[in-house]
């Protein structure tokens, strides 16, 4: 470890998923860069966590329990108080990382100054396998597209395209942010807090591929309206609190409600 490695925090939050968790932990503790502390925060008591960590054998692993409440941001949160790091990173239970990860980050973050730093990420099936485009060549016009928009300002009010699994952000920012607790948006809290983060600062983005983020089948449908509503929402809470401009509130709500009509639009007609 040189004088330039500061300690980074990861906060892994879970629940009920001690093979999926220890997947993580691994991916974590692999890592070239060596100066971290891992706060796993557990919602809701879980002896299999226990054993898994205890089996590990790492004295960088601090295991927390809380009482379920079925909102990760509280998890989040606690994780963040029992952290000691100068940067704090995230990663949820069922990603994985690459073991060069920190170690680029740490050197991009210092290199330009970042407070706020995401990165991208594979795609993964849930047992592990990456998840191939249906067109290869359309869908690579269209992230190279993107890439080129994740670094304007304005393009985040739109889209939620980071992975919280990627980010790595500065004390400094997180001792003025905390999670949203709202119940109305839990599976929207990262949106919100990296909503309020982007009104003051700049969110820097790093082209490469550092984290294994897991899909699992769903009712895309369904999630998508639910998640398009969300959004919505935040907007207009974030309007009221003054972290938003009135510009990128009714950019982000047109683009949102344009997406929850086609969502609406596809199901009707699946049903004829």
């Keep these: 470890m040189?004088?330039?490695?500061?300690?980074?925090?990861?906060?892994v939050t879970t629940y009920n998923r001690p093979v999926y968790l220890g997947n993580c932990l691994r991916s974590i503790l692999k890592q070239s860069y060596v100066n971290f502390e891992i706060i796993v925060v557990s919602d809701g008591r879980n002896d299999e966590n226990k054993v898994m960590i205890d089996s590990l054998q790492d004295s960088r692993l601090f295991y927390y329990e809380l009482e379920h409440s079925g909102l990760p941001a509280i998890s989040r949160n606690y994780g963040i108080t029992k952290s000691n790091g100068t940067y704090i990173a995230f990663c949820d239970d069922d990603d994985t990382w690459h073991d060069q990860k920190l170690a680029i980050q740490e050197q991009f973050i210092r290199s330009n100054n970042c407070h706020f730093l995401f990165c991208d990420a594979y795609r993964i099936d849930a047992g592990g396998s990456l998840i191939v485009p249906f067109?290869?060549?359309l869908n690579s016009f269209i992230i190279n597209t993107e890439k080129l928009l994740f670094r304007s300002k304005w393009y985040i009010y739109g889209k939620n395209y980071?992975?919280?699994s990627s980010v790595v952000v500065h004390r400094e920012l997180i001792d003025q942010i905390n999670y949203c607790v709202n119940p109305?948006?839990?599976?929207?809290?990262d949106y919100h807090f990296i909503l309020k983060i982007n009104y003051n600062y700049k969110l820097c983005y790093l082209d490469e591929k550092l984290v294994y983020y897991r899909v699992h089948e769903k009712n895309?449908?369904?999630s998508r309206k639910e998640g398009y509503q969300r959004s919505i929402e935040i907007l207009s809470m974030l309007k009221n609190d003054n972290n938003i401009s009135?510009?990128?509130q009714?950019?982000?709500k047109l683009i949102y409600y344009f997406k929850l009509?086609?969502?609406?639009l596809i199901e009707k007609l699946s049903f004829k």
């Design 2 to 11: 040189t004088l330039y490695e500061p300690l980074i925090s990861v906060i």
């Design 135 to 137: 067109h290869p060549v």
């Design 162 to 164: 980071i992975t919280l």
């Design 184 to 189: 109305n948006f839990r599976g929207s809290e």
């Design 220 to 222: 895309l449908s369904k």
């Design 246 to 248: 009135l510009g990128c």
């Design 250 to 252: 009714i950019i982000g």
């Design 261 to 264: 009509s086609v969502v609406i």
